[in-house]
């Protein structure tokens, strides 16, 4: 999504390759961040903060990084005096952002209702309003521009407004009265309108409505589902489920993954693993409760607290109530956006390979934009050349790289967060969903790698909307990288499963079937039995 992040920024903050000016590096396909720059900008305590919710450990990296070590050796001139001739363009560019998250705290009413029918008109372009056959220069200059100043300035700002809710609601508590505080994280749980708890649902009912006569065969059961064979109540809920969530699926920031709308076995294996007896965990239900949980604190600290107090209380609710619910919205439009990028690269693709350029449609993706703008201008273009080029270095980390790190400097010195004090036969880390539950280990590196069974405590590197099928039968969930906000502990918190983040090494350190304690209040994983010997 390099593409979006250009636009978005432009020329107000470097993206070259420049290591000594950059604050964006692109290496491999993916986007870094070079906080030897950003550390002109902000000390690392600072970025420390605001990494908290989304990655603890990260957070924890750069709150003991030395700046005098890791900051290049000059400022970068753009932000020296230079950079008073970018204010006029920022303030510009950014005018919009911060004008909607003003409106969105202080009038929160009128500005939901403005955004919701931005939303919908976003959500319906993307539906049916894509010219497909532009040439892909022209695709991309008419459609990312639009997309990125919505997802900017349309949902983004909701974000800003609730969380400073959620910060106005943590000083009215304090931290004296632990009943109070604990009353106070009641409201930040069970809000509708979060597209990526209400997907988790949808393939829930779906479960529930599946003849699974047929067995394990998911290719035989999509011919029936492509033949309109199954029960008219499944196939509603089916045709919703992909008109609505077709475009998501597991690893779909990718825009090369395949979509449950593109590959509908992904689904059927999700709800394969899902039970369904009388006992199992229905999101729905486990929503509803937290809704109610909400409510019932709510009123509770109104009753507690003195008059003005309970007049900002009623604000924040207000703003928390509208707009907590779009915590996931801004991915979800994105995308939405990222699956139209999909179609229309597939759509190249299949045109290359028509004209013997490419051997598969999706070889398309290991090309660039500007790869495939040159082949429509140059047929002489050896496309196969090209795309070998492109994946030699992906090839080489395929099979030398299991997973990246977090931070890692220009000599390869991979940074850890300092050491935590931990007891005995414990693992310490962040309190994300509260609760406690015991039960055996299942370490997943992949979404399909292996059933998560109901009462197993999911361990996973991190989590994606594509994941949240699996929460429905793991009792607890457990994730090496995380925060507040991260996808993972927001619908674990929506659907009551206890939850730490931000344990370094976790996927090394717990092992299936391992018998484990997750206390998710106190944000601490109890070894209960050693690992499972080797075979």
Same mark, same amino acid.
């Given at each position: 999504?390099?593409?979006?992040?250009?636009?978005?920024?432009?020329?107000?903050?470097?993206?070259?390759?420049?290591?000594?000016?950059?604050?964006?590096?692109?290496?491999?396909?993916?986007?870094?961040?070079?906080?030897?720059?950003?550390?002109?900008?902000?000390?690392?305590?600072?970025?420390?903060?605001?990494?908290?919710? !989304?990655?603890?450990?990260?957070?924890?990296?750069? =709150?003991?990084?030395?700046?005098?070590?890791?900051?290049?050796?000059?400022?970068?001139?753009?932000?020296?005096?230079?950079?008073?001739?970018?204010?006029?363009?920022?303030?510009?560019?950014?005018?919009?952002?911060?004008? #909607?998250?003003?409106?969105?705290?202080?009038?929160?009413?009128?500005?939901?209702?403005?955004?919701?029918?931005?939303?919908?008109?976003?959500?319906?372009?993307?539906?049916?309003?894509?010219?497909?056959?532009?040439?892909?220069?022209?695709?991309?200059?008419?459609?990312?521009?639009?997309?990125?100043? #919505?997802?900017?300035?349309?949902?983004l700002p909701p974000l800003v407004a609730f969380m400073s809710a959620f910060g106005i609601v943590d000083r009215l508590?304090?931290?004296?009265?632990?009943?109070?505080?604990?009353?106070?994280?009641?409201?930040? !749980?069970?809000?509708?309108?979060?597209?990526?708890?209400?997907?988790?649902a949808a393939l829930f009912r779906l479960a529930k409505v599946l003849d699974r006569s047929g067995g394990d065969d998911?290719?035989?059961?999509?011919?029936?589902?492509?033949?309109?064979?199954?029960?008219?109540?499944?196939?509603?809920?089916?045709?919703?489920?992909?008109?609505?969530?077709?475009?998501?699926?597991?690893?779909?920031?990718?825009?090369?993954?395949?979509?449950?709308?593109? @590959?509908?076995? !992904?689904?059927?294996?999700?709800? =394969?693993?899902?039970?369904?007896?009388?006992?199992?965990?229905?999101?729905?239900?486990?929503?509803?409760?937290?809704?109610?949980e909400r409510e019932q604190a709510y009123q509770e600290l109104l009753r507690r607290l003195g008059p003005f107090k309970?007049?900002?209380?009623?604000?924040?609710?207000?703003?928390? @109530?509208?707009?907590?619910?779009?915590?996931?919205?801004?991915?979800?439009?994105?995308?939405?956006?990222?699956?139209?990028?999909?179609?229309?690269?597939?759509?190249?693709? #299949?045109?290359?390979?028509?004209?013997?350029?490419?051997?598969?449609?999706?070889?398309?993706?290991?090309?660039?934009?500007? @790869?495939?703008?040159?082949?429509?201008?140059?047929?002489?273009?050896?496309?196969?050349?090209?795309?070998?080029?492109?994946?030699?270095?992906?090839?080489?980390?395929?099979?030398?790289?299991?997973?990246?790190?977090?931070?890692?400097?220009?000599?390869?010195?991979?940074?850890?967060?300092?050491?935590?004090?931990?007891?005995?036969?414990?693992?310490?880390?962040?309190?994300?969903?509260?609760?406690?539950?015991?039960?055996?280990?299942?370490?997943?590196?992949?979404?399909?790698?292996?059933?998560?069974?109901?009462?197993?405590?999911?361990?996973?590197?991190?989590?994606?909307?594509?994941?949240?099928?699996?929460?429905?039968?793991?009792?607890?969930?457990?994730?090496?990288?995380?925060?507040?906000?991260?996808?993972?502990?927001?619908?674990?918190?929506?659907?009551?499963?206890?939850?730490?983040?931000?344990?370094?090494?976790?996927?090394?350190?717990?092992?299936? =079937?391992?018998?484990?304690?997750?206390?998710?209040?106190?944000?601490?994983?109890?070894?209960?039995?050693?690992?499972?010997?080797?075979?």
């Open positions: 999504m390099s593409y979006m992040f250009e636009h978005l920024l432009g020329e107000r903050v470097p993206t070259g390759q420049d290591p000594e000016t950059s604050m964006l590096l692109s290496a491999g396909g993916r986007l870094y961040s070079n906080l030897s720059v950003a550390m002109w900008w902000r000390n690392p305590k600072t970025l420390a903060q605001r990494s908290e919710y !989304l990655n603890s450990v990260t957070s924890q990296i750069l =709150s003991s990084v030395d700046p005098a070590k890791y900051r290049t050796a000059t400022r970068p001139s753009w932000m020296g005096a230079r950079a008073l001739t970018y204010v006029p363009g920022v303030l510009r560019r950014l005018g919009p952002f911060f004008g #909607h998250s003003l409106r969105a705290f202080f009038a929160p009413t009128r500005t939901r209702q403005a955004y919701q029918a931005l939303c919908e008109a976003y959500e319906a372009q993307m539906a049916g309003g894509i010219d497909y056959d532009l040439p892909l220069a022209e695709f991309r200059r008419r459609y990312v521009p639009t997309s990125g100043r #919505h997802l900017f300035d349309v949902t508590v304090g931290r004296q009265s632990p009943e109070l505080k604990a009353l106070g994280e009641k409201l930040k !749980l069970g809000f509708s309108g979060n597209v990526t708890v209400e997907m988790g998911l290719q035989a059961l999509t011919a029936r589902i492509e033949r309109r064979e199954m029960s008219a109540e499944f196939l509603a809920e089916w045709d919703a489920f992909v008109t609505r969530f077709g475009c998501r699926g597991p690893m779909e920031m990718d825009v090369a993954s395949a979509r449950y709308g593109d @590959d509908p076995p !992904l689904a059927l294996h999700q709800m =394969s693993f899902m039970s369904i007896d009388d006992e199992a965990f229905d999101p729905e239900v486990g929503h509803a409760r937290r809704a109610r309970r007049r900002v209380l009623r604000h924040a609710h207000t703003v928390i @109530d509208l707009f907590a619910g779009t915590r996931d919205t801004p991915k979800y439009h994105l995308v939405l956006f990222n699956y139209a990028v999909r179609k229309r690269v597939l759509l190249e693709g #299949h045109r290359l390979v028509a004209a013997e350029r490419l051997d598969a449609a999706e070889h398309a993706f290991d090309l660039t934009f500007g @790869d495939l703008e040159a082949a429509a201008a140059d047929p002489t273009l050896d496309l196969r050349q090209v795309r070998d080029e492109r994946t030699r270095f992906l090839r080489t980390l395929q099979t030398r790289v299991k997973r990246f790190p977090p931070i890692i400097d220009s000599r390869g010195r991979i940074l850890r967060p300092p050491a935590r004090k931990e007891q005995p036969g414990e693992l310490s880390g962040l309190a994300v969903s509260e609760g406690v539950v015991t039960g055996p280990v299942k370490v997943l590196h992949t979404p399909h790698e292996k059933p998560i069974k109901k009462g197993d405590v999911l361990v996973a590197y991190t989590t994606d909307p594509g994941w949240t099928p699996l929460f429905v039968n793991a009792a607890a969930v457990v994730l090496e990288v995380g925060g507040m906000l991260q996808h993972g502990a927001v619908v674990a918190r929506e659907y009551g499963k206890p939850c730490v983040a931000g344990i370094d090494g976790v996927m090394t350190k717990l092992h299936d =079937s391992q018998l484990v304690e997750v206390d998710g209040t106190a944000g601490i994983i109890r070894l209960i039995s050693p690992a499972p010997a080797a075979p």
